[in-house]
């Protein structure tokens, strides 16, 4: 197949590149590169330095003997997303390309702007050219399952049957997002709902949970191929977070009493489920949607168990309760339904076979890179 990935820079966007061209398929990769403009104003980086893509390209050319195609811009530039769908003509799009930190999107207005501007109007941008060039093509799109929030009931994928007032209809799943960043991936959700109806276009939305995880089968086939991973307070998700934490002795920054429930999985997971979602698309005119995730942890319960595997390979690290920058239930009832991926023949990848143990032993051999000013949260949803 002709796969575009767009974010193909990033964490989850250059692994998929290469396992899908691993795989034999065309794979081509759009970035604009802004992600490392926002690290930069941040101050924080990768733990292992990422070389840039076209060097990433050209030696995963020279190991696997395959080509990625690499285009450079920004999806929200509407003349060049054109282009770029013209002439790739994807059968298939995995959409990365956006900003993916809730902390970022709260630090202020022009962040919480940037985020919904670039991530809004570089979906709309796609959907658009895939009405122009590839009508007929599969959107794969990375939503969230923060989309949903924490609601007192089950969340069902995507869409829920309500019976009111005597009348029945199924209609998308209430939406209660914790941040602007996941609002952002709400409102792209509406439009993609409403290109597939109103144009016809297949789509996707993958609302995905928290990811984990150091490597994959291709970026362990050379240093130089790793992946972007983040431990710093606002690209870093929790559990990449605390094993970078145990592994330099930091106490654990458990935000509040820890009690947060979300859905986790590895990352080698994300890719199965990228697969399943193409090789299985969606119908003509149909937007459906897959809860990507594996397993439901609370916070507490992940620091515990890093706490306890670092303590088996000699390091020495606590729980901290930090109070909670974020505004969010500590203590809920988090149910969700996530039947299609298994459904499909996902093989999850579970905690506890996954080795938490080899990820902090491969962070230990990076510790000296690590930068103690990035751990502690520094925007708060709340400035009082
Ligand atoms: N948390 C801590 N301590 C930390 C970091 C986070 O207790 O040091 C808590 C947060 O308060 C939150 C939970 O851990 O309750 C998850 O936080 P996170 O930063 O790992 O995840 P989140 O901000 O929700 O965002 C991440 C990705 C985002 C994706 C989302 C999936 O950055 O791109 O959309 O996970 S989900 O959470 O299911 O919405």
Known sequence: ???????????????????????????????????????????????????????????????????????????????????????????????????????????????AIETQVNNLSGTLNVLFAMKRSTPGGHLIKLGTMGEYGTPNIDIEEGFIEIEHKGRRDTLPFPKQPGSFYHLSKVHDSNNILFACRVWGLRATDLNQGVVYGIDTEETARHPRLNMSFHYDDV?????????????????????????????FLNIRDTLQCLDLAMRHPAGEGEFRVFNQFTEVFSVLDLAELVVQTGRKLGLETEVEHLTNPRVELEEHYYNPVHQKLSALGLQPRLLSEVLVDEMIAKIVAQRDRINPEAIRPRTKWRSV
């Open 1 to 111: 197949m002709r796969l575009l990935i767009l974010g193909g820079d990033g964490y989850l966007g250059w692994p998929a590149a290469m396992y899908f061209s691993a795989k034999g398929h065309e794979v081509a990769v759009l970035d604009s590169f802004i992600k490392r403009r926002w690290e930069m104003e941040l101050g924080v980086e990768p733990l292992i330095p990422t070389p840039p893509l076209h060097r990433r390209v050209k030696l995963w050319e020279e190991i696997a003997g395959q080509k990625i195609g690499l285009y450079t811009g920004c999806l929200t530039e509407g003349r060049l997303v054109y282009k770029v769908f013209e002439e790739f003509r994807p059968e298939a799009v995995i959409h990365f390309a956006e900003q993916p930190s809730a902390p970022y999107s709260m630090i202020g207005r022009r962040h």
């Open 235 to 263: 690209f870093g998700t929790v559990l990449n977070r605390f094993c970078v934490q145990a592994a330099m002795g930091h106490p654990l920054t458990v935000y509040g009493r820890g009690g947060q429930k979300r859905g």
